[in-house]
């Protein structure tokens, strides 16, 4: 199986790469978020809940989720290009396992999301970008990241497979930006006055994606209860949408 994914993926890899408008205006929205929100909300952080930290790096994580929801929802629309063009009924007569279809791509997407996430630390740290726990919390920060990119992409892989739409795969995954805002994305969650969005925040998985990141790149010793809590979030994450895809996948084999 895991041959077969590593072709899958491959041919993923080429596929994106031959078409680079396909992650470059993600790339360029998730800096212009950073750039935006850095220059416009720096001066919320000397307020007391902040703790002294500096708001970039608060705010960073925000840009790399948004990236991650861009770039792994461009994985179910080259799904839906596969359908349309009949490729990926071919794909489903050969002996090649419905996981390693399914994979293939998704870890693609994770790729991209990893190189992407590399590009914003880049360009966070010509903002002046510190981490005070060092390498581990580069680590951790890029690990949380990866680890959501593969669930998303395995949610935006299965709506593809079942739709086998690219409006609807498309509102599918648009679906998980309002998740971006209803969470702690300006302000820890004791600076919010609304009740209900509080209540949002706390069942919000992207929240506890946020708190992971900024557990590792906001104090000076990292904070392990929350990054506990956002790798098992981007852990259950991935292993439910991987599965989810899969199911999909033996639903559009049933459909041939």
Request: cysteine-free; proline content about 4%.
């Amino acid at each position: 199986m895991w041959t077969e994914t590593w072709l899958f993926t491959k041919r993923s890899l080429v596929t994106t790469i031959r078409n680079p408008f396909s992650f470059i205006p993600n790339l360029i929205i998730s800096v212009f978020f950073l750039l935006v929100y850095t220059s416009g909300l720096s001066s919320v952080a000397s307020l007391p809940q902040f703790e002294g930290s500096d708001y970039l790096n608060f705010i960073l994580p925000v840009s790399i989720v948004s990236g991650a929801v861009g770039g792994a929802g461009g994985t179910g629309q080259a799904l839906v290009r596969d359908i349309e063009s009949g490729y990926f009924a071919r794909l489903l007569l050969t002996p090649a396992t419905r996981t390693a279809i399914v994979l293939g791509p998704m870890i693609a997407g994770m790729l991209q999301l990893l190189v992407q996430t590399l590009l914003i630390f880049a360009v966070a740290f010509l903002l002046g970008l510190t981490i005070p726990v060092g390498a581990v919390g580069f680590f951790f920060t890029v690990l949380l990241a990866i680890g959501f990119g593969l669930g998303f992409a395995g949610y935006s892989v299965g709506v593809a497979l079942k739709t086998r739409n690219a409006q609807a795969a498309q509102a599918g995954t648009l679906l998980f930006f309002p998740l971006i805002f209803l969470s702690t994305t300006f302000v820890p969650k004791e600076l919010i006055e609304a009740e209900w969005l509080k209540v949002a925040a706390t069942f919000n998985p992207t929240t506890y994606i946020f708190e992971g990141m900024r557990a590792v790149l906001t104090q000076p010793e990292i904070d392990w209860g929350a990054l506990s809590a956002g790798l098992a979030v981007a852990g259950t994450m991935s292993v439910l949408m991987i599965v989810f895809a899969a199911t999909n996948a033996r639903g559009a084999l049933k459909q041939k």
